[in-house]
């Protein structure tokens, strides 16, 4: 790309380089004149103290989220993969939206399958029951059987001595799943024509099978073996699992897997894998693993998409359930087991970021849609600010250049800010209505966070019908399901609030005008 010096108008856009510092963006004419959002915005990013007027694009661009703890030599997960202590302090800027992850969380990389282990606590907070059901399948169709052998997910646990008992929910989980094959191990609809042998019955065969089998293939297995002698490598733990796993194969057989003299004499195969045990009790998950990826890719090989999609960026998590103590698993009771799996899903941080993006003026960006380019591609704004570290998406040896900013048009502009708030606003009226508007707030959440479904609730109305503050609590209460408070944050909806009917008066107040 080529260099980015000053700041130059095109016929669409107000180009804007890397090394123009916050004071010059603030007083240059053709920004305040083109693109008002974002002058506005980079003047209260310097009366609020978030910028230097000597501070560049460039640190506006690399400005990473922040919270109350992210001063020197404070743990973070976002840095140091260290325990983030928000969940047991309050702090000022702290994210009403949940968390966005900064990485793969510990737990994940621990296990395995690469179970999305907080997905699927998350999902469970969520009281998405069947949803987290399918996720969990989705990786590690065997859970009640593998988990108790397993334990990584608990023991990388981010939280330390606090740790969360991931495993434990996982087992109870793989439970619920086990007493409704009805539901989970039901034969596929569809016929794939596949028929596909495994040579002697094996943990890693047995974990392929379900993959296998759901995706329409018919699966049989050469041979037998007794649970016992599969488990026999764990020693007491294998054997706590024996009927975790007779229940495993008896819901495979329901879905249509077929064993030794269950499959047709003289049946021919389209594939036979020997998908054999090995590495001792330490390398046979991992074995197992591998063996469930071989499986996914002979569905893919077969033109067979995955059959789930994975969750979206905003974490959700439980604002009370985090500062509990770890539970007494030890102690549990089959009648229990459900509130104290509940329960435990609710400690978890979901290894998000919690704070927020500070910055009025990145806001103004991402609210206008605004192109961010760098020395090797150009990036919407949208797609850059999708981390609370937006800069390490950048490749080795790629430089930020600068901006290119819409300019503005017919469009009005307005930035209010309250304390770490901001609230970014362009709209267009003709005709007496609102035709179009975008609104983004800053200091929300760890990213810019664009009001989707407020924006499509306001468009095209009438003006002379607006009621500011019902707008408001309109578009709060659309926002509302959307809210996870930490200790901190209680108070910020209603000022969001009071922004939204402010920023909704200046729209009537300039249309009337």
């Known amino acids: 790309m080529k260099e980015m010096t000053g700041i130059a108008l095109t016929e669409e856009v107000v ?23 974002v002058a506005q915005a980079a003047a ?24 109350g703890f992210t001063q020197p030599g404070a743990a973070c997960l976002a840095s140091a993969g260290a325990v983030c202590p928000a969940g047991e302090q309050a702090a000022p800027g702290r994210s009403v939206f949940g968390g966005v992850r900064t990485g793969l969380p510990a737990c994940q990389s621990a296990c395995p399958f690469g179970v999305e282990v907080p997905a699927v606590l998350e999902l469970l907070r969520l009281g998405k029951l069947l949803e987290a059901q399918r ?21 990388a646990c981010a939280r330390g001595e606090q740790a969360v008992a991931a495993d434990r929910v996982l087992k109870w989980l793989g439970g619920r799943i086990a007493q409704c094959p009805e539901v989970f191990f039901v034969p596929p609809a569809g016929d794939s024509e596949k028929w596909i042998a495994l040579q002697g019955v094996t943990l890693c065969g047995l974990a392929a099978a379900y993959c296998l089998r759901r995706m329409g293939h018919h699966v049989a297995f050469w041979g037998s073996a007794r649970p016992e002698e599969l488990l026999a490598p764990w020693g007491e733990a294998g054997r706590a699992s024996v009927e975790a796993l007779k229940t495993y194969l008896a819901n495979l057989r329901f879905m249509g897997v077929l064993f030794g003299k269950e499959v047709p004499a003289g049946r021919r195969f389209d ?30 090989d077969y033109g067979l998409k995955p059959y789930l999609e994975g969750q979206g960026p905003f974490c959700t998590f439980d604002s009370q359930g985090i500062e509990r103590p770890p539970a007494g698993w030890q102690d549990l009771s089959p009648a229990g087991q459900e509130g104290d799996a509940l329960q435990e899903a609710g400690r978890c941080l979901n290894c998000s970021c919690t704070g927020v993006c500070q910055s009025a003026a990145a806001t103004a960006l991402y609210m206008l849609e605004a192109t961010i380019v760098t020395s090797e591609r150009t990036l919407r704004a949208r797609d850059y600010y999708a981390s609370p570290r937006p800069f390490c998406q950048l490749k080795a040896g790629e430089r930020l250049l600068g901006a290119e900013i819409p300019r503005s048009g017919g469009y009005c502009c307005s930035c209010l800010q309250e304390g ?25 959440a760890p990213l810019p966070v664009r009001l989707d479904g407020v924006e499509r609730m306001l468009k095209g109305r009438p003006l002379k019908d607006f009621d500011p503050a019902a707008e408001a609590r309109a578009a709060m209460a659309l926002l509302a399901p ?18 939204l009917k402010d920023c909704l008066a200046q729209i009537v107040q300039k249309a009337g005008a």
């Open 44 to 67: 209260l990013d310097l009366l609020s103290g978030v910028f230097a007027a000597t501070d560049t694009v460039e640190q506006l661009l690399q400005r990473p989220a922040s919270c």
């Open 420 to 444: 770490e708030l901001t609230l970014c606003c362009a709209f267009l009226t003709a005709g007496g209505r609102l035709r179009d508007v975008r609104l983004a707030f800053g200091g929300a």
């Open 482 to 499: 959307q809210f996870s408070l930490l200790k901190g944050s209680e108070g910020t909806p209603a000022r969001m609030a009071a922004l």
């Open 135 to 155: 996720t969990l399948l989705r990786d590690l169709p065997m859970a009640e059987v593998v988990c108790p052998l397993c334990g990584r997910c608990a023991r």
């Open 15 to 37: 180009a804007v380089g890397g090394g123009v510092t916050m004071g010059e963006l603030c007083a240059c004419e053709a920004v305040r004149a083109e693109a008002p959002a």
């Open 271 to 300: 594939l036979q894998l020997a998908l054999q045990d090995e590495g001792g009790s330490d390398g046979l998950l991992f074995c197992m693993a591998k063996s469930l990826q071989t499986a996914k890719k002979i569905n893919l």
